[in-house]
């Protein structure tokens, strides 16, 4: 099955810094790449994905990029604010046909 | 618009005890349907998943079950709860992977504490 790998379990920046978050994964044929953001005692919810025929994606502060040759992928967060603050995950499936396995996460802390 | 509802929230029950956690999702037909463990600090365990009624998958060996008696009902279940069964749960729903986007969709959790 598949094995997602994620660095750093903590991670703290100043507001305004970039933040970077690295996942790894075994499974060569997974497809299907999702970040989830997880505030405290609430439910995680996507905030970005990416499938294995893109290299990159970003949206506003966020991106994520991919390289399938060394099976890896990071979440970038650029101006990072003080409601960045959360733990997140990464993920990989092969869609339509895998459930997702999760990294076992980052908690991110933006100090003011 | 779909949404998913689990219950209860929390709740703390002696070793020994049994267990029924229950999740359901109103707006869409056919879900896949998950059951995930967190534990403390830890990342998101896939425990169960199911792709129509009767149709469970599991991913760990445990003393937990599921069933889905119904197409958006989805149980997790214990006959005798161990410690280690503590944990946040998270009930979620997807789109039938024929028609994937990928996306999955959390309810809101149930804290567990077995003591």
């Known amino acids: 099955g598949e094995n997602v790998e994620q660095h750093p379990s903590t991670l703290s920046v100043q507001e305004g810094d970039s933040a970077v978050i690295k996942c790894t994964y075994s499974d060569s044929a997974s497809n299907y790449f999702p970040w989830y953001k997880q505030e405290l005692g609430k439910r995680p919810q996507l905030i970005i994905d990416?499938?294995?025929?893109?290299g990159e994606k970003k949206d506003q502060r966020i991106a994520v990029t991919l390289n399938k040759t060394a099976k890896h992928f990071s979440l970038h967060i650029t101006e990072t604010q003080p409601e960045d603050s959360a733990v997140y995950f990464c993920a990989a499936s092969i869609a339509g046909r895998r459930a997702l396995t999760f990294g076992s996460g980052t908690r991110l802390q933006v100090q003011p | 618009s779909q949404t998913i509802h689990q219950w209860p929230a929390t709740l703390v029950q002696p070793v020994g005890s049994p267990l029924s956690l229950e999740c359901t999702v109103e707006?869409?037909?056919?879900?896949?349907l998950y059951w995930y463990r967190q534990a403390a600090g830890r990342g998101l365990q896939l425990l169960f998943y199911s792709v129509g009624i009767g149709q469970i998958s599991s991913e760990v060996p445990q003393n937990l079950s599921a069933s889905r008696p119904q197409d958006r009902q989805f149980i997790l279940s214990s006959k005798k709860l161990l410690l280690s069964d503590s944990g946040f749960y998270l009930c979620?729903?997807?789109?039938?992977?024929?028609?994937?986007?990928?996306?999955?969709?959390f309810g809101e959790g149930s804290r567990l504490t077995v003591l």
């Open positions: 990416i499938r294995s025929n893109v």
């Open positions: 979620a729903w997807a789109r039938q992977w024929a028609r994937d986007t990928g996306e999955l969709f």
């Open positions: 707006g869409t037909s056919n879900p896949n």
